[in-house]
């Protein structure tokens, strides 16, 4: 009975956000997945880069959040074409979706190593919710108790300025809404108002081969208009990283990360929560494996902004 009351609680709190989150679900703690924040960043590297992502939240919850995210990205030959592409799987409650994406980026070359880059995502999206599984208790609430499906898609567009140890970026992840119909089974897509995402960082050297790389993350959203994500990393050379977050007004949290070889790497972030509700879960989890696939000829490009 307890489990039962949570998954509709959770359910009730998410569901709104879940049907229009097509373009937009995870929220990151690790660098390796900005092209899906801001398709700008796609190619960012000389290298082809790829990731793996898992992430829990409010662990101790059932149905709470689960997500997985696979995204490969990379430059087209010597042209200023940038090309990436990813599959995002997350299920909340009695609902699941999965989504496939794609990325097409321009880049401007400037002075002194310095681009300018222009992105386009778009995302197509298949939705599912057992609502059969739920227990209602207010009249009228019974119209949720349906298992439903439904297609959706969305698009966003980013720019990003980028330097040796600077990057600056804006996007506009989803610039449509899918609200789900229960009382047609349909899904309507329309034009609403934007959320955006900024996303900062700079690279500074501190010596013996430690670099301190603060970064910031803001954003609006439907739930509030404005948060941010602070990042405080530490990094000794290409071996190993680790640092504290703060997500302003709901956690603090600590990433970890570890360069397995010079083409793999694997980093862990975990958060306790600073809201009210902390002590009714164990807080959220996400594990991000990070690969690259060198060009022929040119090595493994080092790039001290993302790992």
Partial sequence: MKKMIQKNILTALFALLAMA???QGIRHYNFSTLPYLNAAYTGRNEDVEGVLLYQQQHVKIDGAPRQILGFVDGRVGASPINLGGGVHYQSIGVQKQIEGIFNVGYTVKL??????????????????????????????DDIYKQNTS??????????????????????VPQLLNNDFLYQTGKNKVRLGSFNFNIT???????GRGFEFIPSVMLRSDKIQRFNADINLL?????????????????????????????????????????????????????????????????????????F
């Fill in 21 to 23: 989150s097509i373009g």
């Fill in 111 to 140: 002075k002194k190593q310095r681009r300018l880059s222009f992105g386009l995502q778009g995302v197509i999206g298949y939705r599912q919710e057992k609502g059969s599984e739920l227990s209602t208790t207010l009249p009228g």
């Fill in 150 to 171: 439904s297609w959706g898609g969305n698009a966003g567009i980013g720019i990003a300025y980028q330097s040796k140890n600077f990057h600056l970026g804006f996007s």
């Fill in 200 to 206: 900062s960082a700079y690279n500074l050297s501190i």
């Fill in 234 to 306: 530490f990094k000794y050379k290409e071996y190993v990283w680790f640092g504290p977050y703060y997500r302003a007004n709901a956690a603090f949290g600590m990433m970890l990360g570890l360069g397995i070889t010079k083409y793999l790497r694997l980093s862990y972030a975990g958060e306790v929560q600073q809201t009210a509700a902390r002590n009714s879960y164990f807080g959220s989890h996400e594990v991000v494996l990070g690969f690259r696939i060198p060009k022929k000829g040119s090595g493994i490009s080092r790039s001290p902004r993302y």
